[in-house]
């Protein structure tokens, strides 16, 4: 029945093990995760690319603002998305996975264990967490195609060494596992079909396939939640619509905010990314262009930025963009309107 599966599976290991490396997105991934940590670790922002990329290697284990090591750890209401009242899960609705950008339909509480930060995504064809923490990383992913997951970009370091995948069951329904080495640990792939139209796949840590196998059972797709930021975009260019959302939740159970982002695009290819991010007192310099009643200024050529309290706002043009001005930056910013409570993810 998987034999398909299968051979698209080994076809796309083989391709990604002997193929050249890309060295872009990985760049761009590791400076956006380096001035995320330095914004939360000290406030403001550090010019240069190298400070960026060298702060990644300590960005996965940075504990929020307000904690320490010992009390990085928080309770699995922490990560959790509010419920989309009247929607139904993946199971009834499979056409709705990844079409709706506000809307999540598959819970993962089961799946928190020593976590520390939880990123939600929905939109453009994929539904994701991606839960981090001391003890490590785990990534779910749901989609309406096998295609859409083979597109995603590994998050998790492994060897570069994939195994052949091996049939296995998951919840009753058929699937495949295959892992590839990471250190004295395995990373463990598990990709299934929830029902029929539906593909999911989850990428952990775990001594064994049957460990792999337990944890990937434990996702549910019997209820959806609401993917939610604390803002929203009133002003957008002609014809855009919002193509995504993502949001970091876990900062603690008091104030789970950490990051969030919205993807606006339109019907040609154009599109771009605004993301905020929590930085209690940070005070930017005077920009010199006008988002509204907002002021703005370049960072480089393909980002603009702004500080809105108790964030920085930043309009990717390039990396996380494509096609989009620099004054339709400034018209979709100059709509930025922040949440009255940062704190009640059930208000956004």
């Not at 960005?59 to 750890?73: E, K």
């Not at 596992?177 to 792939?189: E, M, Q």
Request: a neutral charge; aromatic letters at 8%; proline letters at 7%.
């Amino acid at each position: 029945m998987f034999s398909d599966l299968d051979q698209q599976l080994a076809a796309t290991l083989k391709q990604r093990a002997g193929g050249d490396v890309d060295p872009a997105p990985i760049v761009a991934h590791a400076c956006a995760r380096g001035r995320r940590l330095r914004l939360r670790r000290r406030g403001l922002l550090v010019g240069g690319v190298a400070a960026a990329c060298v702060a990644l290697t300590v960005a996965v284990l940075a504990v929020p603002p307000g904690r320490t090591p010992s009390d990085a750890i928080v309770p699995a209401a922490a990560f959790r998305l509010p419920e989309a009242s009247g929607q139904p899960g993946a199971l009834a609705r499979p056409e709705e996975v990844g079409a709706d950008p506000g809307v999540v339909h598959f819970s993962t509480d089961a799946l928190v264990s020593g976590a520390e930060l939880a990123t939600w995504r929905a939109g453009r064809g994929i539904e994701s967490v991606e839960f981090r923490g001391l003890t490590g990383q785990a990534r779910f992913a749901l989609a309406r195609t096998a295609a859409s997951l083979d597109g995603l970009q590994q998050t998790l370091s492994s060897a570069g060494r994939p195994q052949p995948p091996s049939d296995v069951l998951i919840g009753g329904r058929p699937g495949v596992a295959w892992f590839d080495p990471s250190g004295d640990r395995k990373l463990w792939f598990v990709r299934w079909q929830p029902a029929d139209g539906l593909w999911a796949q989850l990428d952990s840590y775990a001594a064994t396939r049957d460990d792999a196998i337990g944890v990937a059972g434990r996702v549910r797709f019997d209820a959806a939640h609401r993917c939610v930021v604390p803002f929203r975009l009133e002003s957008l260019p002609p014809g855009g619509r919002l193509l995504e959302c993502s949001v970091t939740l876990g900062g603690s159970e008091q104030q789970p905010f950490a990051d969030g982002s919205l993807v606006v695009g339109d019907g040609s290819g154009r599109w771009l990314t605004v993301r905020a991010q929590l930085v209690p007192g940070y005070e930017g310099r005077p920009g010199d262009l006008v988002a509204g009643d907002y002021r703005a200024r370049r960072q480089g050529s393909d980002v603009l930025e702004m500080a809105v309290t108790p964030c920085v706002v930043e309009a990717f043009l390039k990396g996380w963009g494509n096609g989009y001005t620099e004054s339709d930056g400034l018209k979709v910013l100059g709509g930025y309107r922040p949440a009255r409570d940062f704190d009640r993810p059930e208000t956004w």
